[in-house]
């Protein structure tokens, strides 16, 4: 069972907006930076949004990260078949001194 | 272009164990260090712990200490992941990915995972 609590799954249509959420606590989102990264099927993952809003160079910025206290937010807009794919988000455990993931979330694009 | 390199398919016996490698190219591999992420089937991601490729300081998981060893060779830019005493749930593709060159990638009191290049990963098979 992974210490940050993502949904198992979200849907939405080509288009539209979704948002995905990362839930945590004071030892590990509420007091450290959170990344995002994309994995499609049989490839490596790949990194999309880090310390909490920041995006890599080549990622659009139809790709958006958020942080409110304990629970942080990847948003993306004008969804397109090609973001089907599995997202997850990490962070550092202050108490566990090293990194988790989140559960991970699968995005689909009816 | 930064790219990490891993070595092949492994297939192990119950009680064996299994080195991954990592070959690092495109950037000064002493600047940065390495996580070292696993992906059991139909799974999410575990992150199983971190070199630092300057110093060789290590952060492993609580759950594979004693059975882990992550090392590095400046020499030929290459990590390395030893996991003794396999078991089948120890059956996942193993990542490579890079990261800060210090344990926690800390700054202004708020440390971070960065992991902004993965290799291709390896996929370990642990069955009888």
């Known amino acids: 069972q992974s210490v940050l609590t993502q949904p198992p799954s979200v849907s939405a249509a080509p288009g539209q907006t979704v948002t995905i959420s990362c839930s945590g606590s004071s030892s590990d989102i509420g007091s450290n930076y959170v990344s995002w990264y994309q994995q499609f099927p049989g490839t490596a993952p790949k990194l999309l949004i880090y310390d909490n809003d920041k995006r890599p160079s080549g990622i659009p910025d139809r790709f958006s990260g958020s942080k409110s206290g304990t629970s942080a937010t990847l948003g993306i807009t004008g969804l397109q078949t090609g973001d089907e794919a599995d997202y997850y988000c990490g962070t550092w455990d202050s108490s566990l001194s090293g990194g988790v993931f989140g559960g991970g979330t699968k995005l689909s694009v009816l | 272009q930064v790219q990490l390199v891993q070595s092949g398919t492994e297939v192990k016996k119950p009680g064996a164990s299994v080195k991954v490698s990592c070959q690092a190219s495109g950037y000064t591999f002493t600047n940065y260090g390495i996580y070292w992420v696993r992906q059991a089937p139909g799974q999410g991601l575990e992150l199983m712990g971190w070199i630092s490729a300057y110093n060789d300081h290590t952060n492993y998981v609580q759950t594979l200490q004693g059975r882990v060893t992550m090392t590095t060779d400046a020499s030929t830019d290459t990590a390395y992941l030893e996991l003794r005493s396999l078991k089948s749930d120890d059956t996942a593709v193993y990542y490579c990915?890079?990261?800060?060159?210090?344990?926690?990638?800390?700054?202004?009191?708020?440390?971070?995972?960065?992991?902004?290049?993965w290799g291709q990963g390896a996929l370990v098979t642990v069955s009888s």
């Open positions: 990915a890079r990261g800060g060159v210090r344990r926690g990638s800390c700054s202004g009191g708020r440390c971070r995972v960065l992991a902004d290049y």
